[in-house]
């Protein structure tokens, strides 16, 4: 992605050969991008951010076999590139843009809605739910090893409230922030609330959906579903992130059925609020390294989740592997969960990343995948990361 938006148009993608969305008015939505990289370029391995939880971080090459090249189904080989688009009918008038924005980030509040159900229609998504809307759209991920002087360990802290407004700016619609972890040692069960408590009314301020995650270590179920609970009382949180990547309980079994048991508990203590599993991508689990998180309970934690957010990191596979190709990579992991789910309609939001190691051409390749798999939206791990020419390309994930 650094590529621009078009004005006023909605591009199908190159999985809707020939086909423009056009919405009068609106120049914020799911859109195309011009000038595409051909590169899709490998790079030295994600950058430390302290302790290896600091990120959602699917296993990388090092833990287990190499990538194994295997023969790609016609469903989910990556998609040619699209031939030119149609000629556009002459533009309309839009709104003047709003100060501070690209004219790209400019349509009227009143604009979007309309906008996210002709887009969601257009491309078979389905609207937005009680249970499913504040993962819509354009998101970025925050940790706490960007925000909490708890975590700063005597350094600057990377990134302050202000971070919400560039967000907002870039065209960020959910923020998904960290509330939490494990090994804090208080007081209380959020981490420095005074500091989070700025974020979360500066992205209210600024309009944005809030997602709050945390990673559970299943070693004591009680205190992860406590931490959750704890996370889901915040003011302005409009959902819940569980990150399902610990494997701090060794034996798989066991591990198994503390998922499960936790993530009953959690549905049961936060019934009819919008929750969300973050979880590994299948095909680490399915094809690289199928001994990573055997037997993991698909099935039996279904009934317990809103919306699945596969932790599709390309940049952590190996140059040479297929799997490098974000697009092909996005696309697989999609299908294979829904398949492990025995649910072709499993509402799905992926996270491409790693952000200092993506490309625009990354970019576009992911974003065409998750369109073409009726994403509910898409996002980048993480903003601290992310690079600024990611920001325009990554504006076709909203809605």
Request: glycine residues 8%; positive net charge.
């Amino acid at each position: 992605m650094p590529l621009r938006p078009t004005p006023v148009r909605l591009a199908m993608g190159a999985f809707t050969i020939g086909l423009t969305v056009f919405l009068t008015g609106v120049t914020a939505a799911w859109r195309s991008t011009a000038a595409r990289s051909a590169a899709l370029t490998a790079s030295a391995g994600p950058a430390s951010k302290a302790p290896s939880t600091a990120r959602l971080m699917e296993p990388g090459p090092e833990v287990g076999t190499r990538d194994l090249p295997i023969v790609i189904a016609p469903s989910i080989a990556p998609t040619p590139a699209p031939g030119p688009a149609p000629a556009a009918p002459p533009p309309t008038a839009t709104p003047a843009p709003a100060a501070g924005l690209e004219p790209a980030l400019a349509p009227a509040a009143a604009l979007l809605e309309p906008a996210v159900s002709a887009v969601t229609k257009a491309l078979g998504i389905p609207g937005p739910s009680a249970s499913t809307a504040p993962f819509f759209g354009m998101g970025t991920w925050v940790d706490v090893f960007d925000w909490a002087p708890s975590y700063a360990k005597g350094k600057p802290i990377k990134l302050g409230p202000g971070a919400v407004d560039t967000m907002a700016d870039q065209g960020v619609q959910v923020l998904y922030i960290q509330t939490t972890r494990a090994d804090y040692a208080g007081p209380g069960d959020i981490v420095d609330p005074a500091v989070l408590q700025q974020w979360l009314a500066r992205a209210q301020a600024r309009g944005l959906q809030v997602v709050a995650w945390y990673l559970p270590t299943l070693t004591d179920v009680g205190a992860d579903v406590r931490r959750l609970k704890a996370t889901a009382a915040l003011a302005t949180v409009d959902g819940i992130g569980v990150d399902i990547e610990s494997k701090a309980v060794a034996n798989d079994d066991e591990r198994n059925r503390r998922l499960v048991e936790l993530s009953r508990l959690t549905r049961a203590a936060l019934a009819g609020r919008p929750l969300s599993a973050i979880t590994l991508p299948n095909v680490v689990t399915d094809v690289i390294n199928v001994n990573y998180w055997p037997r993991f309970p698909w099935a039996e934690i279904k009934p317990f989740y809103d919306v699945w957010q596969p932790m599709g990191y390309w940049t952590n596979r190996q140059a040479s592997s297929p799997y490098r190709n974000a697009e092909l990579y996005t696309r697989e992991n999609i299908e294979r969960l829904r398949a492990k789910l025995g649910d072709p309609n499993a509402v799905v939001h992926p996270i491409g990343g790693i952000g200092d190691e993506t490309t625009p051409g990354d970019i576009e390749g992911f974003l065409r995948a998750a369109r073409q798999a009726r994403s509910i939206g898409a996002s980048l791990y993480d903003w601290d990361t992310q690079r600024t020419t990611s920001y325009a390309p990554m504006r076709a994930a909203r809605v």
